[in-house]
Nanobody
Framework: QVELVESGGGLVQPGGSLRLSCAAS????????IGWFRQAPGKAREGVSC??????YYADSVKGRFAISRDYARHTAYLQMNSLKPEDTAVYYC?????????????????WGPGTQVTVSS
């Protein structure tokens, strides 16, 4: 099992930026996909983005504004969030799954971080 911990959340004004980090407890290979999910109060958990060896995924709601990346040497994945909107407010989770395929199905992921709050408000 891989332990994941998110960081980088906070309060930001609309139009601002944040970079979330997801640190893994040990090395993860290209055969381990990392996904970002979010959950707002009263709403279902939503897949935001995913990165694996050969594929990327972005939800339509964040395309062109969010960028996912990964640093294997640092055992860390990142989610750069630009042009933030109030509707981006949620708890953001990173998750890991064995295999090289990305998916927005949260039930496919094996490991989860505790989450970090992102609030977009003026």
């Amino acid at each position: 099992q891989v332990e994941l911990v998110e960081s980088g959340g906070g309060l930001v004004q609309p139009g601002g930026s944040l970079r979330l980090s997801c640190a893994a407890s040990r090395f993860t290979s290209v055969h381990y996909a990392i996904g970002w999910f979010r959950q707002a109060p009263g709403k279902a958990r939503e897949g935001v983005s995913c990165i694996s060896n050969d594929s990327y995924y972005y939800a339509d709601s964040v395309k062109g504004r969010f960028a996912i990346s990964r640093d294997y040497a640092r055992h860390t994945a990142y989610l750069q969030m630009n042009s933030l909107k109030p509707e981006d407010t949620a708890v953001y989770y990173c998750a890991g799954k064995r295999g090289i395929s990305c998916t927005d199905h949260f039930w496919s992921y094996d490991d989860w971080g505790p989450g970090t709050q992102v609030t977009v408000s003026s």
